[in-house]
C-alpha cells in the first residue's frame, strides 16, 4: 500500500495537455524533494523532474512539476504518442525513512 | 555516459538466496548513493534499498528488512544486494539505481537506471 496516491490513468489526445497529481502527507511530500519518472512499455524508468520542478537537460520543457502542500502535479502540455507510459512520483519520508513511489499513472493518448 | 549493469537474477526455491550485482561506468561511483529498486510482473515501483558513496548509512524498506543485505565495493564500482529468505512476492525485476550524490534520505532522487534483472521465486 503506497503512501502516495495518483490515479490510475489520464488520457487525452494528442497535442493536449495532462496533469497527473501526487497526494501524501506533511512526512513525505509537504517537506521533501518531489521527483516524477516515466516509464515507457518494456523499459526502465526515466526521471523526468527532480527538486519538485527542476528538468535534466535532457528532458523537454513540454514536461512541467509543481508542488504546494502535500500535493505534487506533473503537466505535460502538447501530448505526442511517444509520451505514452506509466508516470511515478516519488520521494522520501521522513517518518518511514523511505523513499516513496507513488501508485502509478497510465497516460494514455487517444 | 554512464552505465548501470545489473546481473545474478535468475529462478531461485521460495527460501532460499540470490545475490544481485550492479557495476557501475561512467561516473566516480565512489561520489555517489546507490540504490536498488524493483518492480513486481503488472505492478509499480517499489524502493527496496539505499547506501550511501561511502557504505556508513544503508535504509531498507519494510518488506525486504531483516532478509536483504545491501552493500559496496568501491574498489570494484559495485553495488551487491544480497537477498535471503526468498518468497513469491519477491519476484520483481530488480533496478539499480544512481542517486544525485554521496548521501541519502530528504535529497534523494534516481537520476540513473540500469536495465534490470528478473528475480522469480517459485518452487
Known amino acids: 500500500q503506497s503512501v502516495l496516491t495518483q490515479p490510475p490513468s489520464v488520457s487525452a489526445t494528442p497535442g493536449q495537455r495532462v496533469t497527473i497529481s501526487c497526494s501524501g502527507s506533511?512526512?513525505?511530500?509537504?517537506?521533501?524533494?518531489v521527483s516524477w519518472y516515466q516509464q515507457l512499455p518494456g523499459k526502465a524508468p526515466k526521471v523526468l523532474i527532480y527538486?519538485?520542478?527542476k528538468r535534466p537537460s535532457t528532458i523537454p520543457d513540454r514536461f512541467s512539476g509543481s508542488k504546494s502542500g502535500t500535493s505534487a502535479t506533473l503537466d505535460i502540455i502538447g501530448l505526442q504518442t511517444g509520451d505514452e507510459a506509466d508516470y511515478y512520483c516519488?520521494?522520501?519520508?521522513?517518518?518511514?525513512?523511505?523513499?516513496?513511489f507513488g501508485t502509478g499513472t497510465k497516460v494514455i493518448v487517444l | 555516459e554512464v552505465q548501470l549493469v545489473e546481473s545474478g537474477g535468475g529462478l531461485v526455491n521460495p527460501g532460499g538466496s540470490l545475490r544481485l550485482s550492479c557495476v557501475a561506468s561512467?561516473?566516480?561511483?565512489?561520489?555517489?548513493?546507490m540504490n536498488w529498486v524493483r518492480q513486481a510482473p503488472g505492478k509499480g515501483l517499489e524502493w527496496v534499498s539505499s547506501?550511501?558513496?561511502?557504505?556508513?548509512?544503508?535504509y531498507y524498506g519494510d518488506s525486504v528488512t531483516g532478509r536483504f543485505t545491501i552493500s559496496r565495493d568501491n574498489s570494484k564500482n559495485s553495488v551487491y544486494l544480497q537477498m535471503d529468505s526468498l518468497r513469491a512476492d519477491d519476484t520483481a525485476v530488480y533496478y539499480c539505481?544512481?542517486?544525485?550524490?554521496?548521501?541519502?534520505?530528504?535529497?534523494?532522487?534516481?537520476?540513473?537506471w540500469g536495465q534490470g534483472t528478473l528475480v522469480t521465486v517459485s518452487s
Open positions: 539505481a544512481r542517486d544525485r550524490g554521496m548521501g541519502v534520505g530528504s535529497t534523494q532522487y534516481f537520476q540513473n
Open positions: 561512467g561516473f566516480t561511483f565512489s561520489s555517489f548513493s
Open positions: 547506501i550511501n558513496s561511502n557504505g556508513n548509512f544503508i
Open positions: 506533511a512526512s513525505n511530500i509537504q517537506n521533501n524533494y
Open positions: 527538486d519538485n520542478n
Open positions: 516519488g520521494t522520501w519520508d521522513s517518518s518511514l525513512s523511505s523513499y516513496v
